[in-house]
């Protein structure tokens, strides 16, 4: 066996493992957007890394704790893809502080994470203020107004 075959053998080893249910395949957990606005859709990310998150899902509300929970199964993989974020809508909410709980396959050796999130008062709605509407007319007048003069100055050159 030649050195060069060793050494990828070495190198593609480690990573063609079987994820192992006891190992956590997901990090940096968080609530986007934080804070968000009364109503607003709020998402639970995760990074999921290995095989990904490929199961079943459930969402659940219980006063200020909404709970997402993942039941991954037995995967086995290969080659594990790049890590990417996976969402998970939990919906709008009311005004007031909550926590985000995520389970990845109860009852196994997988950690429980909690995020906190803040939901505050409504987001201001109104649009742009009425002088903003004579401020863009305005300056669509201008341009107009510096084409006609560029076009005059080609036709005049010809």
């Known amino acids: 066996m ?9 190198l593609i080893l480690p990573v063609s493992i079987p994820a192992q249910a006891g190992t956590p395949l997901y990090d940096n957990v968080r609530v986007s957007p934080n804070p968000a606005f009364s ?7 995760a990074r999921w890394g290995g095989c990904g998150a490929g199961g079943v899902t459930s969402t ?5 704790v909404v709970t997402v929970t993942e039941i991954t199964g037995d995967q086995i993989c290969g080659v594990p893809p790049p890590a990417a974020d996976v969402a998970y809508p939990l919906g709008g909410f009311a005004p007031g502080n909550y926590i985000a709980r995520y389970i990845v396959d109860p009852g196994s050796t997988q950690q429980v994470t909690d995020v906190p999130f803040v939901v505050t008062g409504t987001a201001n709605t109104t649009g742009l203020p009425v002088n903003a509407n004579y401020a863009l007319a305005g300056l669509a007048v201008a341009l107009l107004l510096l084409a006609r003069r560029n076009l005059l100055r080609r036709f005049v050159r010809r």
């Open 2 to 10: 030649s050195i060069m075959r060793s050494l990828a053998i070495a």
């Open 39 to 45: 109503g607003q859709p709020v998402v639970l990310l």
């Open 60 to 64: 659940s509300v219980a006063g200020t």
